[in-house]
């Protein structure tokens, strides 16, 4: 499966008091790229629900934090789909500072009927291009 790349730059707001980027916003850049990939195959999450009554959410998280990132530096965060389940999505994430790796995580995301929060089988056509 491909890896799909997406840009960050640090704000302000990112970081903590010690002026390193706190802990949660790693997953927020990581929802990010996830966003991002599914918008490059032509999926717009607002359309899913609108349409199909289909939400993703997290559904786990593991998540490693190696080195920090600081206000203003330039990141990149990538998002590789590992595994593909009727109704739920396994991703590895590395957010990277050049060849530095900062924060790596894996990521269970669950698809659900947005009305009824029940699982939800993800739809052929969006399986179809994560596969």
């Not at 607002?46 to 080195?67: A, G, H, M, P």
């Not at 530095?100 to 939800?120: E, N, Y």
């Amino acid at each position: 499966m491909n890896v799909f790349k997406w840009p960050i730059r640090v704000y302000y707001e990112d970081t903590d008091a010690g002026g390193v980027v706190f802990y949660a916003n790693y997953l927020k850049f990581f929802e990010r790229a996830r966003t991002e990939m599914l918008r490059s195959m032509g999926f717009e999450q607002d359309q899913l629900i609108s349409e199909q009554k289909l939400i993703f959410v997290v559904r786990s998280v593991q998540i490693d934090y190696l080195k920090p990132a600081i206000f203003n530096q330039y990141l990149e965060v990538s998002a590789k789909v590992t595994q593909v389940k009727k109704v739920s999505l396994n991703f590895e994430q590395i957010i990277k500072r050049g060849d530095d790796v900062l924060c790596k995580g894996h990521v269970r995301i669950a698809c659900l009927d947005s009305i009824t929060m029940k699982p939800k089988a993800i739809p052929d056509n969006l399986l179809q291009q994560l596969i």
